[in-house]
């Protein structure tokens, strides 16, 4: 397959036309959003849904995130919306987070993985917004990665990994806030959110009072039949050894610094990624930094382009410093932990 790449900003949104087009056909397409780059089909063709799985190498059983341009849509994929979760619609939508709610008939089990519930979200991106609005139906769409690699935040990541598979892929620049969408299930009482993003925990409770957090991401465990991408297999990995390393500011220096000293001596390609205040004491041309522990923010937005960073220069470990699970902390430390596969050292 030939994949057009198209180039598009806010002013000139012309283009999406024929992508809207291929979408209604059936054909995916790859789109930004605040989060990550998306890998859209129309999400009410159980057939176009399934080319997704079979593009990205996706376990069936991972359910998808539906994307939807107004309220209207949401009509058609649930089947009901109480008035705590309308207070959560209001505040955080457009905005990275997803509601789970009981589905509607008529959404197909290929988008929801066989399960009775929906996953649904209205992105706070002007591309994404619009292309949904042209094709005239909700967007199932997972990151535009192969399955288990790091997820794209930029469109020549989508390429790397879907060029040759998909019909389009939409340049909007740099995705905002750079991990996957926050995913609370409604349908819990209290609400219980799946998996950390950009709408914290905080800013949830704040909104409705009453919420929990789901004991898999806290505990880095896998879930037989997950309600929430995110939840099952090894995801966000770049090609090398990930481990993620805890502990006192200076145990951590020291204990890295040691062991990737000892790898250079054995001729392994390691690579330390670490907070910008640490990469002077690491005293390595082999490091690389996420952002400052100052603006969480920032290292959420560049974790995944530090990963296929390193897939580019060949590293074959890496050494990541873990940040405070706190905020947006805990978003960054599941992917962090999730591309790891449970390879964590605390000193």
């Known amino acids: 397959m030939n994949t057009k790449h198209i180039k598009v900003n806010s002013k000139d949104l012309s283009d999406l036309d024929m992508v809207a087009e291929a979408v209604r056909c059936g054909e995916l397409v790859a789109f930004p959003t605040e989060t990550v780059y998306g890998l859209g089909a129309n999400a009410l063709d159980g057939e176009a849904v399934r080319s997704i799985f079979k593009a990205k190498g996706r376990p069936n059983d991972n359910p998808l995130i539906v994307h939807i341009s107004d309220i209207s849509m949401l009509e058609v994929l649930v089947a009901e919306i109480k008035p705590d ?37 209205m992105p706070d991106h002007p591309v994404a917004l619009e292309l949904i609005k042209r094709s005239g139906v909700p967007i199932a769409a997972p990151s535009a990665n192969r399955s288990g690699r790091p997820s794209p935040t930029l469109a020549e990541h989508v390429a790397e990994d879907l060029d040759g598979r998909i019909a389009f892929i939409i340049d909007g620049g740099a995705c905002r806030v750079g991990v996957e969408s926050t995913v609370l299930d409604v ?4 609400p219980l ?13 704040q909104v409705i009072g009453r919420v929990q957090i789901d004991k898999s991401f806290i505990e880095n465990r896998m879930e037989e039949k997950p309600k929430s991408p995110g939840m099952k297999y090894v995801h966000y990995a770049p090609k090398g050894e990930v481990i993620v390393v805890s502990g006192r500011e200076e145990d951590v220096i020291q204990w890295v610094r040691q062991n990737d ?3 250079e001596k054995d001729g392994i390609h390691s690579v330390i990624i670490a907070a910008s205040e640490h990469i002077p004491m690491y005293n390595s041309k082999r490091s690389m930094s996420y952002g400052s522990l100052a603006n969480p923010e ?11 960073e390193c897939d580019r220069i060949g590293a074959e470990k890496i050494y990541v410093e873990s940040v405070p699970r706190e905020g ?15 390879r964590a050292v605390h000193i």
């Open 85 to 121: 979760v309308q207070k959560l619609i209001s505040e955080f939508w457009p905005g990275p987070l997803t509601l789970v709610f009981h589905k509607a008939p008529y959404v197909p089990d290929e988008t929801t993985a066989g399960l009775d519930t929906v996953a649904v979200r």
């Open 187 to 190: 349908t819990s009482d209290p």
């Open 193 to 205: 959110i799946l998996r950390p993003g950009g709408v914290t925990f905080e800013m949830i409770k």
């Open 261 to 263: 000293q000892k790898d």
């Open 298 to 308: 920032d290292i959420a937005a560049n974790i995944f382009r530090v990963f296929r």
């Open 328 to 342: 947006i902390g805990y978003a960054i430390m599941d992917r962090v932990e999730k591309a790891a596969g449970g």
